[in-house]
């Protein structure tokens, strides 16, 4: 029965993985038909053309979040049944940082290297609390794959594994700054860069239409007040920070801090940029969100035009509305 449920989700999504090496291919909030078990799961594919790899997600709920013997067979059963070689497994408790992902059956390689819409990620499995790719963002990466920003400059904060900035350099831009606070995630991100570009280091030719990567090991909050003493300025800048984070510089929270954050923002940007915000976070509306952006731009004299609204993909993220954001226009 579960595995007729999953079977069809997968079935249901073919169509789009001609085109993509990383898929949701079950999201339980939607798609459990009322089976408890299956309503905390999500399963994500990752394929490289020759093998495919999953993840599987668990939601906490009312105390419980580990997957009993017979649910872990028959999410096997289902793997093997569609020629996966291998899957891992997250369980993520009520509270509190989730353990790396642990080996549910197969052998996973280190790490896969996958295409999303012609563009290269590095997807690894052990070792690590996250694939390394949201496939949240897939619709925000072919935006700025088909943004035309040639010649265009671009600071990506909270960037994690760097996947937005390999999608604004395949976009066109000629200079993308990636700035994130885990330098794991900082060195994933070149690893995701060189996959795609030159590598990093090396000078580019005068003719080369090839971007350079920068890459930035450090707090947003030391960095940007940095960027705009130094009066440096963007083209583009995103915005995509978690619910609550710890450094050195600053507690953040998206509770008390988006318009001092986005202050920051419009202080780097130039006249008729382009903002790029979002959050993750079903703690916030999209009103309440907006309302905290508008602030800040109201604050440093800036008007805003919504080019985009973001959301998850509704095919592979049936009914999630955690993810919101916007692409603006900023004059
Ligand atoms: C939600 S993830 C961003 C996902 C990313 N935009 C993407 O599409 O892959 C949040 C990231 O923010 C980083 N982060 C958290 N606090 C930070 C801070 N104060 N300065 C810089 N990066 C921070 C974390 O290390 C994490 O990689």
Redesign the pocket.
């Known amino acids: 029965m579960r595995g007729d449920l999953l079977l069809s989700s997968w079935k249901m999504r073919q169509p789009q993985m001609a085109g993509s090496g990383a898929l949701r291919i079950f999201h339980g909030p939607s798609e459990s038909e009322g089976d408890s078990e299956l309503s905390r799961i999500a399963v994500e594919l990752f394929m490289d053309g020759s093998q495919s790899f999953a993840w599987v997600y668990t939601w906490e709920q009312r105390g419980r979040f580990s997957l009993g013997p017979d649910f872990k067979d028959e999410l096997i059963h289902f793997f093997k049944s569609i020629s996966v070689s291998g899957a891992v497994l997250l369980e993520r408790p009520e509270s509190g940082a989730p353990r790396d992902a642990e080996l549910l059956f197969g052998n996973v390689p280190e790490f896969l290297d996958i295409r999303e819409n012609g563009a290269n990620f590095r997807i690894r499995f052990l070792g690590t609390k996250h694939p390394g790719l ?1 496939l949240d ?1 897939a619709p925000l990466r072919t935006w700025l794959m088909n943004a035309k920003l040639s010649g265009k400059t671009v600071l990506n ?5 760097g ?2 900035s390999v999608a604004c350099g395949l976009g066109g831009a000629s200079k993308v700054t990636t ?4 330098k794991p ?1 900082t060195q994933w991100g070149k690893e995701n860069w060189e996959l795609n570009f030159p590598p990093l280091g090396e000078s580019a030719s005068g003719e080369t239409s090839e971007p350079t990567g920068d890459f930035i090991y450090g ?3 030391e960095w940007l007040p940095k960027l705009i003493k130094r009066s440096e300025k963007f083209d583009v800048v995103l915005l ?3 619910s609550f ?1 710890r ?1 050195p510089k ?1 507690i ?1 929270s998206t509770a008390k801090d988006l318009p001092g954050l986005h202050a920051l923002a419009f202080k780097l940007l130039q006249p008729g940029g382009i903002l790029i915000s979002s959050i ?1 976070s079903a703690q916030i509306s999209a009103s309440q969100f907006r309302s905290q952006i508008d602030l800040a731009a109201k604050e440093e004299k800036r008007t805003l035009k919504v080019i985009a609204p973001l959301a998850a993909p509704p095919l592979s993220f049936p009914g999630a509305d955690y993810l919101k954001g916007w692409i603006f226009r900023v004059d």
């Open positions: 949201f963002h904060t909270f960037a994690y594994t996947s937005l700035l994130d606070l885990s995630t707090d947003v909050f995509d920070p978690p984070s450094s600053k953040f993750n």
